[in-house]
């Protein structure tokens, strides 16, 4: 197959397809399912020479069919990849293919691998700067929410690799045997709570590598990505309408303000980040429906308090403090 920019289309698709496989929790809006076999524009495969990512049916011993055929992305679908080989294809994401982009993301996905174990496999980096730096997803702190590898505990479990899985030139990844198909689920959710200033478009990239020994194995296959956002216990639809849920007053303010909600709640747990996303303070409350948040212990600026509420509930406020 010709080595090449592809750009395939994004394909809509309710439940019904063959991976009956619901993430738990509600969904909020349809699932987006890339299953590689119609052609639109939010994935691009590297155009270099070197390039083995390949949209197409495989024809291999281990990788004799896609999981829904026929096509899937795959590192070449007839030979084995060879040695000193790497290799990426991107994913993008943002408010133009995901309905709660960047409130909730969840993706999954099935792939099989079959390489050199723990020298040649596959690992996946996010950028958030449109490609200028790139992250291993496990070490995404800056922008997974509290939680890495970015999971959520919300959702099953991840089967996503660790720092002792390492490959080549020291990457984590993926690597050995997968004996099968393996169903992988990464989470963001919350990200202005966590970031300030979400960017308006993710990159997700799935890297391939080998090393200077050519083992004849088959590499990766990717298949049936979903793109879907799930019911966070209301979490999700109260960061669109924090301002009906909670108000502050006065604000800015000098030493202390109240806030007050529309309804009561049994515990309440403040985190102030200042503007750079850094957390610089943590606060409980008793139960009620107002408290007295004081600021006298921070600096004059510009601050944001995310409010969990009853542990579920979730309202980030910006607030000035100006001694």
Known sequence: ???????????????????????????????????????VNYIHIDASAQNIWQIGRPQKFLFDSAYSAPNAMITDSVNAYPANNNSFFDLYVGSFNSQMYPYDLFFDFYHKYDTDTLRDGGYITVSWDKGQTWANIIHDTNYAYYIHPPMSFYGQIPNLYSDTDTLTEGNVGFSGSSNGWIHTIMAWHALPVKTINPADTMI????????????????????????????????????????????????????????????????????????????????????????????????????????????????????????
């Open 1 to 39: 197959m010709k080595k090449t920019t592809i750009l395939i289309a994004l394909f809509f698709s309710f439940c019904c397809l063959k991976a009956q496989v619901k993430a738990p929790g509600d969904i909020v809006g349809i699932w987006n399912v890339i299953n590689f076999d119609s052609a």
């Open 204 to 323: 997700i990239r799935f890297n391939f590598v080998s090393d200077g020994l050519d083992n004849q194995k088959e590499g990766w296959m990717i298949d049936h990505i979903r793109l879907h956002s799930v019911d966070l216990g209301g979490g999700v639809q109260e960061l669109f309408n924090s301002n009906e849920i909670a108000k502050v007053s006065p604000n800015p303010f000098t030493d202390e303000t109240e806030i007050s909600f529309s309804e009561s709640f049994r515990t309440i747990q403040v985190d102030v980040y200042d503007l750079q996303g850094k957390l610089v303070g943590q606060q409980k409350y008793p139960s009620g429906n107002s408290f007295r948040f004081k600021g006298n212990e921070l600096k004059s600026g510009a601050y944001y308090l995310k409010m969990l509420l009853d542990n579920k509930k979730m309202v980030t406020k910006k607030v000035i403090i100006n001694h």
